[in-house]
């Protein structure tokens, strides 16, 4: 018997490994501070990553609030251009068919606004094959019943929901409550500064002899504050955090139940956001006077603290308040728009453990949601 060795082309083999590699469909909607960067960091990462690990990640949808572009192969490196040329008008369904007409498989959704209506399509989307990652943070705030009939959707279809930057943006977060609370630690209170933006906003206007409304544009600018950053003046955003840690702790609370100090003037919470922004100068006075009556070495911190009897399902105190802390406090030491989230448990004792970073920014932020979206990736079998 004669044996004879087969050359494989190499074009050939080239193409195997093209065949080998799981692709991965991204639909992005909202490309606004965070969801451009995220574009950008998959499409210069998308060669090393390829190489590295397999995957082809393909963004064959991205969409903002007005206009859609679809692209079964994947964006080039000038799709805002493309797009601004060839977006259409949509709506989400679109999408979903989209996928569907061209046989995509291995979907993940990404939602990166902050749209309260947006989250109502996830349902249809699960149901449709897709995974979920956002870092927008209403759809675990809104009701308890939609908050579980979402995870009762998810659980049947086997698909996953990440949001790793929902609270404390790119900081290893959630991932780490998740993991204490599922292996049985008694995490007995989460406390800190939750908002980078007012991390920000406090760190300068407490440091710096500057007027509040100046230090306000500079955390706008950058890109910290929510689209509308009354959110995060009124508490809310802070709330939202606090809200979805509580939950995370499988504990029964409500938005409503948060006690929130809201920092905003009376007569600048219900006017357009463009009043708003236009009337800014008008929280210089009531925060140079809160600045002048504050005890000496002392600094204000914007507070969240979930306590009370967290081992009962209603036992939890929610609440967010301006407090003045020592200068020398670990809170009082806080840098930049560092956020930082003191753990307290059961076996770690009156010594929390600390996470600590930038609490905010679109790069930052961007980067954790490509994070979440790895994580589904690689969980994916074909
Ligand atoms: N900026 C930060 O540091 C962090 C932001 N986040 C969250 O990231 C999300 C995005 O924030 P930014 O990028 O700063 O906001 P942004 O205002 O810059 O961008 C929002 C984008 O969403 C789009 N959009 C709004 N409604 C839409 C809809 N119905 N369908 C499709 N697109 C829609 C807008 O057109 C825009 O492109 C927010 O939910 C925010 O809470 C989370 C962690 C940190
Ligand atoms: N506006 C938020 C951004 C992240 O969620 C903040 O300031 O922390």
Redesign the pocket.
């Known amino acids: 018997m004669s044996t004879a060795t087969v050359e494989i082309p190499l074009e050939q083999l080239i193409n195997l490994e093209k065949i080998k590699k799981k692709k991965i469909n991204i639909a992005i909607?909202?490309?606004?501070?965070?969801?451009s960067h995220l574009v950008n960091q998959i499409i210069s990462s998308k060669e090393e990553i390829s190489r590295r690990r397999d995957l082809d990640l393909n963004i064959f949808a991205i969409?903002?609030?007005?206009t859609v572009l679809l692209q079964q192969n994947g964006l080039s490196k000038n799709w805002l251009e493309e797009k601004t040329e060839s977006g259409k008008k949509y709506i989400p369904e679109e999408v979903i068919s989209f996928a569907k007409n061209n046989n995509l498989q291995n979907l993940i959704l990404v939602d990166?606004?902050?749209?309260s209506?947006?989250v109502q399509n996830y349902s249809s989307f699960v149901e449709n094959g897709f995974h979920l990652v956002s870092?927008?943070?209403i759809a675990n705030t809104l009701d308890l019943n939609f908050y579980k009939e979402l995870r009762e959707k998810l659980t049947s279809k086997k698909r996953q929901y990440l949001y790793e930057?929902?609270v404390g943006?790119g900081l290893p977060l959630i991932d780490t409550i998740k993991l204490l609370h599922l292996s049985g630690e008694n995490i007995t209170r989460i406390r800190g500064v939750f908002s980078?933006s007012l991390s920000y906003i406090f760190n300068t206007f407490s440091e710096e002899d500057r007027s509040f409304s100046s230090v306000l544009k500079s955390a706008i600018d950058k890109?910290?504050t929510?689209?509308d950053p009354r959110e995060d003046l009124c508490g809310n955003?802070v709330g939202r955090k606090l809200l979805i840690l509580a939950r995370e702790l499988d504990l029964h609370n409500e938005f409503d139940d948060i006690s929130i100090q809201n920092l905003i003037p009376k007569d600048l919470r219900n006017v357009s956001k463009e009043e708003f922004l236009n009337r800014l100068q008008e929280l210089d006075v009531p925060f140079q006077i809160k600045k002048k009556n504050q005890p000496k070495d002392c600094v204000f911190r914007y507070v969240a603290d979930l306590h009370g009897d967290l081992s009962k399902e209603t036992g939890a105190i929610l609440t967010v308040n301006l407090t003045s802390v020592p200068k020398n406090s670990m809170l009082g030491a806080l840098k930049g728009s560092d956020s930082i989230f003191e753990i307290y448990t059961e076996s770690y004792g009156d010594n929390p453990i600390v996470i600590q970073g930038a609490g905010?920014?679109?790069a930052v932020?961007a980067r954790g949601v490509f994070g979440d979206i790895l994580r589904i990736s690689d969980k994916e079998h074909n």
């Open positions: 909607f909202g490309h606004g501070n965070v969801g969409a903002n609030s007005k990166n606004t902050a749209d209506s947006f870092s927008n943070k930057t929902n943006a980078g890109g910290f929510e689209p955003d905010a920014g679109a932020t």
